[in-house]
């Protein structure tokens, strides 16, 4: 136990969170199970360590621990716990928690058997923590953690603190929360090079940020999608294979019948894959209104821009691109469907838009608004593209 402690101290101590996540104050810290589930490589370790560091520094009653440890290979969760509590512990931090075999009915006993502890633990976004899981989904608080937002992003490249706003104010006031923006900083300036490689927190390591993100989109698939839906090895070239085939396609209904001939399985199966792929946050599925999972999308396309640029940079188009960003950033709290024509999207089943990579000559519907590109400023129905990066 006390390596544990000396681990976790030295965690603590040396966890710098370069920018403070708003979902640190959306959780209510007071519920006794909290899950953070987040697609691999958005900062879910750092976030529990400066939970850790924020509310507890060195207090022995928290704990952060890995399941990667080899010790959890001949040691079960609930055993750990109850040592851990005896000891005067009230918080554990579990990581990566599907890494243990019947985690989820350990934690079941841990929260029936130790009233006084606290669990918060992170997992996959290929978890299903309230649909698919009997233990827990009556008594787990489940969060997402997502990549950095635009306004995030450029918090960190300039010091500056944005807050966010809501798509009502943004629609409402965006000239004049533009201004407010534009008197500190140019967001322009750094909207490019946000879309190639500002999503994932690790490029800030002084590592090639391409080989890592392709790194961890490999591990997504080998680990996240195969453990978690057990999954035979033997599968996973189908499934790599898939994904490839739908990024080169560009955003767009998948032809089926073609992708199953291509990686020699059911049409079924291809729309198996496509949801798991989904789930882990490698693509979004956009759907015409009243429709969903298990027809299939009227559009697949990347989860974010960054995810474009690695997996396959000879075809980027500058159209696809802000559509990608502009579907990922509405995604969290509002329901993205695919439009009519002359429309891109509609957002909330109600609000139409069009996302519109150069200003030129525009026919302006006065009943759709307008996300444009390289635009400061915008007027009446038209609005900058990157202040939709302020949603979150």
């Known amino acids: 136990m006390e390596s544990f402690y000396r681990t976790h101290a030295y965690l603590v101590e040396h966890t710098n969170a370069p920018v403070r996540r708003d ?10 199970l909290i899950g953070i589930k987040g697609t691999r490589g958005v900062g879910k370790t750092t976030f529990l360590l400066q939970y850790a560091k924020e509310k507890f520094g060195t207090d022995r009653s928290c704990l952060f621990i890995n399941m990667n440890n080899f010790y959890f290979s001949g040691h079960g969760i609930v055993e750990f716990a109850d040592q851990f509590q005896r000891r005067g512990g009230r918080v554990l931090l579990i990581d990566q928690v599907f890494k243990h075999p019947d985690w989820s009915k350990e934690l079941r006993r841990c929260y029936d058997c130790f009233p006084d502890l606290k669990i918060v633990f992170t997992g996959s976004s290929v978890m299903r923590l309230k649909e698919e899981n009997s233990e827990l989904c009556d008594i787990v608080k489940s969060y997402n953690l997502r990549g950095f937002s635009f306004r995030e992003y450029l918090n960190l490249q300039t010091g500056l603190k944005f807050h966010a706003y809501t798509l009502e104010e943004i629609l409402d006031n965006h000239e004049q929360i533009a201004r407010g923006i534009l008197s500190k900083v140019h967001p322009l300036d750094y909207f490019q090079d946000y879309l190639h490689h500002g999503f994932y927190p690790f490029f800030l390591e002084k590592r090639n940020f391409s080989e890592n993100l392709l790194k961890t989109m490999n591990m997504m ?11 035979e090895l033997k599968y996973l070239s189908k499934i790599k294979k898939l994904l490839y085939l739908l990024a ?31 789930d882990a946050r490698l693509i979004n ?3 015409p209104l009243g429709e969903e999972f298990p027809k299939k999308p009227a559009k697949i396309m990347m989860h974010n821009p960054n995810l474009m640029y690695s997996i396959y940079p000879i075809r980027v188009e500058e159209q696809d691109i802000l559509d990608t960003f502009f579907v990922n950033t509405l995604w969290k709290d509002h329901k993205v469907n695919k439009g009519d024509k002359n429309v891109s999207f509609m957002v909330d089943q109600v609000m139409p838009f069009k996302i519109c990579s150069d200003g030129g000559r525009l026919k302006n519907n006065p009943n759709v608004t307008y996300a444009m590109h390289r635009m400061e400023i915008g007027r009446e129905n038209q609005i900058p593209l990157w202040l939709f990066g302020f949603l979150y």
């Open 23 to 32: 979902l640190m104050d959306e959780i209510n810290w007071n519920d006794r």
């Open 221 to 231: 698939v080998e680990v996240d999608i195969l453990l978690i839906k057990q999954i």
């Open 248 to 278: 080169v396609d560009g955003p767009q209904a998948p032809n089926v019948s073609q992708l199953a001939g291509d990686i020699q399985t059911s049409r079924a199966t291809v729309m198996n894959y496509i949801k798991y792929l989904a």
């Open 285 to 287: 599925m956009v759907y």
